[in-house]
């Protein structure tokens, strides 16, 4: 056993809003700034949609991520020959124009223009070039447009439906979409890192997140074809790619991430995840179908005394192990298995999970009217307007049974709670809908006030840092201990 | 005179210069160490561009460099003379590849808006100092036949009095202009390395080949820090 610890995440799609506050948080703090504009490390998309960049999820165009062919694994628009063969000129890394070309407006000519006849506009420049343009695209251009023939239509996912359920979906009655915030996944075997000619790109061993070393980096843009989700970013002013650090600075002082202190619907949770970093290379290689198992597998209950004695001697904190075994992630991902990973067939092992959304759920209705006064208020998920096979596509690697398995679940809890709250069904309806999800009704007790009652404590849990330590993360103690008091930013000389 | 300056004073300058600012450069600000590509702005006359420099220039450095490592060999390689019209003929070959790509990089940097944004003087001097040095080699190669053969007895013998720190003019003076120019401007090249984005070649990714995929760093680490103290 060798265990590792990893900050990992959790988003509960059904709470989701779309209200874009965790972009923003995240453009605000870190990409607002020449050369990564065009860039956002937290977006949140419209699904049935093609995405940011477009089409991200057509590895037929971008290859990216890992493939199995026979039994090797290997990056398939990356790695050591195909990477250094496309260094001078890289096919399949998305351009400018497949993200958006970033733009502001001519603010200052609504107060400057000279007196005239016509009312002065402020015109759209790009951020790039400085010239007028005409907005073309942006980051979020098919932003609630579910149905849309130019956008949803194009959906990668789309692959995996009859052309009757694709039809079925843009039916008038059917229209349906979700949204999906995505940042870097921080995961377990990423192929950005493994792409990277230079090898500046590292995974910490104390909490797990992917960096990309600015001073390492040569611009040889591996990375962005690599990323499956395309969560690297070439910045073209600097010559550097950059990516989602997590918010590594606060995190390191115990604050929580911008995206996720900021977020509205109170859909992220937070917390550390222990695994067994020797399972990887096996779990890497796993048939499609065993992969999220797999990966669900190496992530190992906290609480087990060999674990901790082993997480103990590879140097993690008791204060990691503590907060391990509080982490709503682990719940959520382990205990109740109803988060599933995004795309996990890239076999980058991603470290944010997803718990599929629920609803909407079509409603029962009789001559018009909906029938919401007795038990059979929610239809079976079978109605559900997002097919199975629809998120199936993006969370179950095509596995419906395991998206149907938490959708079963969440339904439980709902019909749970149901009859406490509003008592319009019989206790043992609702405990036929828990015991057919595999629930108790002190599980499904649980999955509630973790989904609707968590406090930000709650949510969030990673280690308190104490600064004593903190500073060790950076350096040797006794090298920082003659150093106290204030410092210069560039030594005196003594001539 | 300038024969001096040129053929035995300029390459020390030029190295020492190139080495200690090279050096320096990559010690205290390796973040401005990057190949600043612009694919991302533009990657359609990129590729006509950048792929047959690229791989031109690859092959005719390398041609040079056997010829300095084994000049003997190579002259011998070359003393049928089907093998030396080959030899001849590919180096031509990819010569003109390179002057194509480089000539199509000019081109590009002057007809994107895009591109224009990201483009500097020193970006334009090299490009410029490129051709120079490219079409030289390419009209060396037309106008002065069998080059491999003089090469390898003429101006190996040259670079080799270089690098033992006793220059010989004597196989350099009687070398036609064209010749000389070419010399000469590799020399500036070599000085320009540290001050252009040509120091991406300093940082070619060779490693990559033998390195493991996937790197994990510890910041923190208690094991070995308790074996330290
Ligand atoms: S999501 Fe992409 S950028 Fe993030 S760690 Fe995985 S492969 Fe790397
Ligand atoms: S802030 Fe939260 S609720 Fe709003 S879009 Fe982002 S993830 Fe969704």
Redesign the pocket.
Known sequence: MDIRSQISMVFHLDKCIGCHTCSIACKNLWTDRKGAEYMWWNNVETKPGTGYPHKWEDQEEYK??WVKIGKRVELRGAGKFRGLKNIFHNPHLPVLDDYYEPWTYKYDDLISSPEGNDQPTARPVSLVTGEHIEIKAGPNWDDDLSGSELYAKNDANFAALSKKEQEDMFNLERLVMMYLPRI????LN????AACPSGA?Y?RGEDGV?LINQEQCRAWRM?VT???????FYNWHTGKSE??ILCYPRIEVGEIPACMHSCVGRIRYLGVLLYDAEKIEKLVHLEDDHLIEGQREAIVDPFDPKVIAAARANGIHDAMIEAAQKSPVYRWVKEWKLALPLHAE?R?L?M?FYVPPLLPIMGNVTEGTYNNKNQTYFTSIEQSRLPIKYLASLFGVGNEGLIRSVLKKLMAVRLHRRSIEVSDMTPEFAEGALREAGLTAREAEEIFKLTSLCTFVERFVIPASHREEAIEMTKMVLDHKGETGFGFLDGPERI | MLDILLFTVLPYMAFIVAMVMALYRYRTNSFKFSSLSSEFLENNHLFWGSVPWHYGILVVLSGHLIGFLFPRHVLAFGSIPVRLLIMEVTALIFGLMALFGVCMLIYRRFTHSRIKIVTTGMDIFILVLLVGQVLSGVLIALFYRWGINWYTVSLVPYLKSVLVLSPNLNYVSPLPHLIKYHIVSAILILVFIPFSRFMHFLVVPVHYLWRNWQRVIWNYDRKMIRKRY
Do not use: D, E, F, S
Request: glycine content about 8%.
């Open positions: 990216g991520g870097c996944n921080h995961c990423p192929a950005c890192a790109i995974k992917v990375c690599a990323c499956p989700y395309k969560k690297t990516k989602c890239y980058t991603p944010l």
